[in-house]
């Protein structure tokens, strides 16, 4: 029997392999740690990197896993096959919206350019006010370190509200992200207009 869950946590996160085992070791671990309190992932549905990590961690503990996919992924055979609940979307666009559509919170993961493209999207449509969950920024390693500073420098050339900086959350490890999720109340910034 199905147990049920505190609410959906979309993860964007890296579907490469080849990276340093400690992202993966934190990825697995966030898994871990979601499905022992009770959150479903969310995320893109793929078997490797990051993604198949944070999958594995979640399934093992015992946890809720959707995976999001566009077809074409799954014509390529990138789908997880450890998925049992899979949503197969008509592109990437789709997935996007339907991740978010989803999303009572969403996590960021170290990435390549699909992860940093979907991260400030959402920040984005909260800026906007078309989406209010928490944003938490896993910044495993410093890896967001320079993203951070870029989005800082974006607030001192007045490009962006001083206000704005609250659209994210940052944590070093996976379990401060459990900690920001607990803790997670509305948050209020200035309009960007």
């Known amino acids: ?31 871990e740690l979601l499905a022992r309190g009770g959150w479903r992932c969310v995320n893109g549905g793929g078997a490797v990197g990051l ?14 896993v959707t995976g999001v996919i566009p077809k074409f992924m799954v014509d390529h055979g990138w789908c997880y ?6 949503i197969v979307t008509a592109d990437m666009h789709q ?20 992860t940093l493209e979907e991260l400030l999207e959402t920040l984005t449509w909260r800026q906007l006010g078309l989406v209010k969950y928490p944003v938490v920024i896993l910044n495993t390693l410093g890896y967001y370190d320079a993203l951070l500073a870029m ?8 490009f962006m509200k001083p206000s704005h900086n609250r659209l994210w959350q940052v944590a070093a490890t996976p379990q401060e992200v459990i900690t920001l999720l607990e803790n997670s109340k ?8």
């Open 81 to 86: 096959d450890r998925l049992e609940d899979v």
């Open 186 to 193: 509305p948050i209020e910034f200035e309009s960007k207009y």
């Open 95 to 114: 997935r996007k919206h339907m991740m978010s559509d989803m999303a009572d919170a969403v996590i960021a993961m170290p990435g390549g350019v699909g």
């Open 151 to 158: 989005l800082q420098h974006a607030i001192d050339e007045e």
């Open 1 to 31: 029997m199905e147990r049920e869950t505190r609410g959906n946590v979309c993860v964007f996160c890296a579907s490469s392999a080849d990276i340093d085992p400690r992202y993966m070791q934190a990825a697995r671990e966030m898994g």
């Open 51 to 64: 993604m198949g990590a944070i999958t594995d961690g979640a399934l093992d503990a015992g946890g809720q």
